[in-house]
């Protein structure tokens, strides 16, 4: 059972073209899900800036890492299931 609603961090492969060669980067995204399902991810890849308290940074750091534990999710695969939600909601 999942919480009604939660966020966590997911490594994300996401395709570009760049000079017409398909390529693939990798980066942190933050994605949201109510009832299990993903409702938004981040456009870009999370960045890492100052944090007020070291303790804050640490735990940032922690959630990052759980991220690597998982598998890699595809960019495109997380939009169109949340489309795909949205239009059936």
């Not at 961090?9 to 995204?29: A, D, P, Q, S, W």
């Not at 735990?59 to 997380?78: K, Q, S, W």
């Amino acid at each position: 059972m999942y919480p009604k609603s939660y966020w966590n961090y997911r490594v994300v492969r996401k395709k570009v073209i760049v000079l017409g060669k398909e390529c693939f980067y990798y980066g942190v995204h933050e994605i949201y899900y109510k009832n299990g399902k993903p409702t938004s991810i981040t456009a870009e890849p999370v960045s890492f800036g100052y944090w007020e308290e070291l303790e804050e940074l640490s735990g940032t750091y922690e959630m990052i890492g759980r991220a690597f534990t998982e598998p890699v999710l595809n960019y495109e695969d997380i939009v169109k299931e949340i489309k795909d939600g949205i239009l059936n909601d």
